[in-house]
């Protein structure tokens, strides 16, 4: 979900260096709605004189008859906020912000292929970083904050499709329900937030984390090294998970209740099971291939009642106990 910076830009006047003050005043006098205007030379150079900047130098003691007659090259910003297109609008947001105290609310221009498409204003930038905020936020879990569906496969599509190196982790809980059924829904969901808080806190830089529902959750990492990341999430659950059974049950390590046929039945405590898919042997051509992978590895790591994760082609599981 990548919102582009010029597909919100504008057409404004683009006007030589040497165009004299005295013109630029007639365009700024016949456009009151105008805040600044491009700059551009024979040799490329890209500049911007903003109305403010134009009339608090015109306005000045001297200054009418200083620069009237001079060409605008001599009061413009020659190094103003020059972005490509295809820069999303809220890297462009924070550029925006990271400028000069005197330079924030000056225009931004963008090019594609060092040609000048037109310019976004301020106003218009953070009107539509707050429109793709709220947007944003209709993507995500509504109790991790997590990005949901339609992120996680967007992000699982651009993995593919880049075809560098990458693992994805299905991260799922066991027995969840057993213990959502046992001990209510508000303890559910405080272990929800726990798992969501470790495999955060556990996340290496530029790696991904989302919550597909429910007990849920995916992980791309860059590279195809999870070992660590996976012995280490798997630790802190398997130690952080205790405090959420009272001392009896965890002296049992079980949960005696009614099953689904109404028989009682000894129920194992929640425990993490991990998934891991790579493009290392094998090459996917969709996420639904690679989901379907994952599901199937899944299954077999459930085979066992502690947290373990299991990739192939090594055919084996990874346990903590």
Do not use: W
Request: aromatic share 12%; hydrophobic share 40%; net charge negative.
């Amino acid at each position: 979900m990548i919102f582009y910076i010029g597909d919100i830009a504008e057409d404004k006047p683009i006007l030589s260096f040497n165009t004299p003050c005295n013109q630029i005043d007639q365009v700024f006098q016949e456009t009151p709605n105008l805040q600044g205007i491009v700059l551009k030379d024979e040799e490329s150079e890209v500049g911007l004189i903003t109305r403010t900047r134009f009339y608090q130098k015109i306005g000045s003691r001297y200054g009418y008859s200083l620069y009237m007659l001079k060409s605008i090259g001599v009061l413009a910003n020659r190094k103003p906020l020059i972005v490509d297109y295809f820069t999303s609008v809220i890297e462009v947001s924070k550029l925006a912000m990271n400028r000069p105290e005197e330079e924030i609310y000056d225009d931004i221009i963008i090019v594609m292929d060092d040609v000048i498409i037109g310019v976004v204003s301020i106003k218009n930038l953070l009107m539509k970083a707050a429109d793709i905020q709220v947007e944003f936020a209709s993507y995500l879990n509504p109790l991790t904050r997590l990005p949901g569906n339609t992120i996680i496969n967007e992000n699982i599509a651009q993995v593919i499709a880049q075809k560098k190196e990458f693992s994805v982790l299905y991260i799922d809980l066991d027995r969840f329900k057993a213990y959502n059924d046992y001990y209510g829904f508000k303890k559910g969901d405080e272990i929800i937030q726990l798992t969501a808080d470790i495999l955060a806190n556990a996340l290496e830089k530029d790696s991904f984390l989302g919550h597909i529902g429910g007990d849920d959750y995916i992980v791309i990492i860059n590279h195809y090294h999870f070992n660590e990341f996976c012995l280490s999430v798997i630790q802190r659950f398997d130690e952080e998970i205790k405090q959420f059974y009272t001392k009896k049950h965890l002296d049992d390590q079980f949960i005696y209740m009614e099953n689904r046929s109404g028989r009682m039945e000894k129920i194992p405590l929640v425990t993490l099971s991990i998934a891991v898919v790579t493009n290392q042997h094998k090459h996917y051509t969709s996420t639904e291939e690679l989901i379907e992978e994952s599901m199937r590895l899944k299954k077999l790591c459930k085979l066992t009642n502690e947290s373990c994760f299991y990739v192939e082609p090594f055919h084996s599981a990874y346990e903590v106990t």
